[in-house]
Nanobody, 124 residues
Framework: VQLQASGGGLVQAGASLRLSCETS????????ISWFRQAPGKEREFVAA????????FYADSVKGRFTISRDNAKNAAYLQMNSLKPEDTAVYFC??????????????????WGQGTLVTVSS
């Protein structure tokens, strides 16, 4: 499974962005898709995950209520809608695919495949 993240950019605080994760390869619907982010000088952290359907989603507390993850299995794509962006959301955002169990869904080690990352910069 190959993943390609896109949609990052430079925005002001309070703005919105929508990230896309397009995939190629087999059986996209078999994989959970997650977004992680890594800010300069910090470790990669979990942002959001969606399992096989859009009714089964997980979020980091820091983005809950502002970000929405979704997937379109027909298009082999996943999305991260980011609203009310804050300067602390500035990071490189990565999408990842894997088959984690619920207890490990926030762990980067649970994902087999990673995209190259897209930079989101939020100015104050």
């Amino acid at each position: 499974v190959q993943l390609q993240a896109s949609g990052g950019g430079l925005v002001q605080a309070g703005a919105s962005l929508r990230l896309s994760c397009e995939t190629s390869g087999r059986a996209f619907s078999d994989y959970a898709i997650s977004w992680f982010r890594q800010a300069p000088g910090k470790e990669r952290e979990f942002v959001a995950a969606v399992r096989w359907s859009n009714s089964n989603t997980f979020y980091a507390d820091s983005v809950k209520g502002r970000f929405t993850i979704s997937r379109d299995n027909a298009k082999n794509a996943a999305y991260l809608q980011m609203n009310s962006l804050k300067p602390e959301d500035t990071a490189v955002y990565f999408c990842a695919a894997g088959r984690p169990i619920v207890s490990t869904i926030r762990a980067s080690s649970a994902y087999y495949y990673w995209g190259q990352g897209t930079l989101v910069t939020v100015s104050s």
